[in-house]
């Protein structure tokens, strides 16, 4: 079955960096792309980025453009967010996702992503 495990997260000062990785088996990973969903207490789950099969296409929420970036690495199976010029409003639970389909354009929707990780805390101190 699917498997996402996610690490890297911790608990840093504004300013600061943070390099998480989300670890994929149990399905063809080249054939999906994935993206990040963070969850705050007492909010929504709420899009961070996502990435094509390839790594061609990157989307990011407007929140975290110009300082996060995702990548993969397919041979792998492996994805990333480089978070920098962290916020303490980036502090959430950040959840590794798999699409649901192959097919995949862009969508920011909770509902065409599937297959959740744990998630791993990130803090972000002011």
């Known amino acids: 079955q699917v498997q996402l495990v996610e690490s890297g997260g911790g608990l840093v000062q504004a300013g600061g960096s943070l390099r998480l990785s989300c670890a994929a088996s149990?399905?063809?990973?080249?054939?999906?792309?994935m993206g990040w969903f963070r969850q705050a207490p007492g909010k929504e789950r709420d899009f961070v980025a996502a990435?094509?099969?390839?790594?061609?296409?990157?989307y990011y929420a407007d929140s975290v453009k110009g300082r996060f970036t995702i990548s993969r690495d397919n041979a792998n199976d492996t994805v990333y967010l480089q978070m920098n010029s962290l916020k303490p409003e980036d502090t959430a639970l950040y959840y590794c996702?798999?699409?649901?389909?192959?097919?995949?354009?862009?969508?920011?929707?909770?509902?065409?992503?599937?297959?959740w990780g744990q998630g791993t805390q990130v803090t972000v101190s002011s």
């Open positions: 149990g399905y063809t990973f080249s054939s999906y792309a």
């Open positions: 996702t798999k699409a649901e389909r192959t097919y995949y354009s862009g969508s920011r929707r909770r509902g065409d992503f599937g297959s």
């Open positions: 990435i094509n099969w390839i790594g061609r296409n990157a």
